[in-house]
Structures are given as structure tokens and as C-alpha cells.
């Protein structure tokens, strides 16, 4: 089986979870609390995994939580540097 990383890390969304939860004032338990509640099997150590990339994150995975952290599934797959000024999130629900 290949070994799929991109600059070193197994997803690219990891950091921008990381802020988007953190803004929401959620633990890592928090998060998936409510993956689980909306049908994402995932413990509070797969979310840390996602974090710091040393975990896939699958596309359904990925669109539940942006849905739960209030952000576009764009912006958990961009990076900083990469948003136009104009569609970076400056203000969550």
C-alpha cells in the first residue's frame, strides 16, 4: 500500500480544524461528541491525530466538520497564504 503525505502530513485541513475549534472554544472531546452525533464514528484521539496529520481525514469526515465548526470545506483545505483577503474567515458563529 502507498503511503500518501503531502509536506510531511497525512491531511492538509489539520491546522485549520485545530483553529477552527479552538475559536469555537470545543476540546478535542467536544468535536467528537458531535462528529458522533452526526453519524462520524471518532474519538477524541483521531481528532488530535487529524491535528497534527498523522491521520487521513475522508471526504465525508471532512464536510461534517466543517458543517460543525461553521467553515466552508475551501477553507479547511487551504492553506493561509493561499486565501485572498477577501474570503479569509475572520468570524465564526
Known amino acids: ?7 510531511g502530513k497525512k491531511n492538509v485541513c489539520g491546522d485549520r480544524v485545530h483553529e477552527a475549534r479552538c475559536r469555537m472554544r470545543l476540546t478535542q472531546s467536544d468535536l467528537a461528541a458531535r462528529l458522533q452525533c452526526e453519524g462520524v464514528t471518532m474519538e477524541r484521539d483521531c481528532v488530535s491525530r487529524i491535528e ?9 469526515e471532512l464536510m461534517i466538520l466543517a458543517k460543525i465548526l461553521n467553515v ?6 487551504t492553506e493561509e497564504d493561499q486565501i485572498s483577503p477577501e474570503k479569509r474567515l475572520t468570524n465564526y458563529a
Open 1 to 7: 500500500m502507498k503511503i500518501y503525505d503531502y509536506k
Open 52 to 60: 497534527i496529520g498523522t491521520r487521513f481525514v475522508a471526504d465525508y
Open 72 to 77: 466552508t470545506v475551501e477553507w479547511l483545505l
